[in-house]
T-cell receptor
Framework: GENVEQHPSTLSVQEGDSAVIKCTYSDSASNYFPWYKQELGKRPQLIIDIRSNVGEKKDQRIAVTLNKTAKHFSLHITETQPEDSAVYFCAAGGGSNYKLTFGKGTLLTVNP | DADVTQTPRNRITKTGKRIMLECSQT?????MYWYRQDPGLGLRLIYY???????NKGEISDGYSVSRQAQAKFSLSLESAIPNQTALYFC????????????FGQGTRLTVV
């Protein structure tokens, strides 16, 4: 089955700096790669996703890149703000069942 | 707004007891999932279902069972709860219209003592 590795497990940045979280996956059949943000005590919320026919996608301060050859994808957050502090999860999936395998998460702390 | 609703939100139960966690959705999605979240381990898939007649095991199904009573309802049961099943449980939904985008319920925090 699919295996997703996520790094780093914790990340601390100063407000205004950029943050990068990286994930690798093992199953070359995976073709869908979402990122979720989970604030303390809340449910995971989808923030951005990318499909295998696209190399990069951007939404305001958030961007995701995908390298299918190397089987890795990354989340980039620019101009970080304290409200970006949360746990971020990457996931990989594919096929008609849309079954997702998640990474173990990254705790991002943005210091004012 | 259409949502995914889990009940109960918090539950404390004793070892050996049977417990059921319920999930209902008003999103009209056909696929439903149960995930377990433990600190440092991310979200792990327990069971998933495409429709009422379809049930599939995920990566950690041992000790759990599920029932898809209707398109909108998907229940998770622990037949005989044990302490290492203490965790945060999430239900999620998706379908072709969402292109696989999963939407999560609020979660159920289960403690087995």
């Amino acid at each position: 089955g699919e295996n997703v590795e996520q790094h780093p497990s914790t990340l601390s940045v100063q407000e205004g700096d950029s943050a990068v979280i990286k994930c690798t996956y093992s199953d070359s059949a995976s073709n869908y790669f979402p990122w979720y943000k989970q604030e303390l005590g809340k449910r995971p919320q989808l923030i951005i996703d990318i499909r295998s026919n696209v190399g990069e996608k951007k939404d305001q301060r958030i961007a995701v890149t995908l390298n299918k050859t190397a089987k890795h994808f990354s989340l980039h957050i620019t101009e970080t703000q304290p409200e970006d502090s949360a746990v971020y999860f990457c996931a990989a999936g594919g096929g008609s069942n849309y079954k997702l395998t998640f990474g173990k998460g990254t705790l991002l702390t943005v210091n004012p | 707004d259409a949502d995914v609703t889990q009940t109960p939100r918090n539950r404390i139960t004793k070892t050996g007891k049977r417990i059921m966690l319920e999930c209902s959705q008003t999103k009209g999605h056909d696929r439903m999932y149960w995930y377990r979240q433990d600190p440092g381990l991310g979200l792990r898939l327990i069971y998933y279902s495409f429709d009422v007649k379809d049930i599939n095991k995920g990566e950690i199904s041992d000790g759990y069972s599920v029932s898809r009573q209707a398109q909108a309802k998907f229940s998770l049961s622990l037949e005989s709860a044990i302490p290492n099943q203490t965790a945060l449980y999430f239900c999620a939904t998706s379908d072709d219209r969402t292109g696989g985008r999963a939407f999560f319920g609020q979660g159920t925090r289960l403690t087995v003592v």
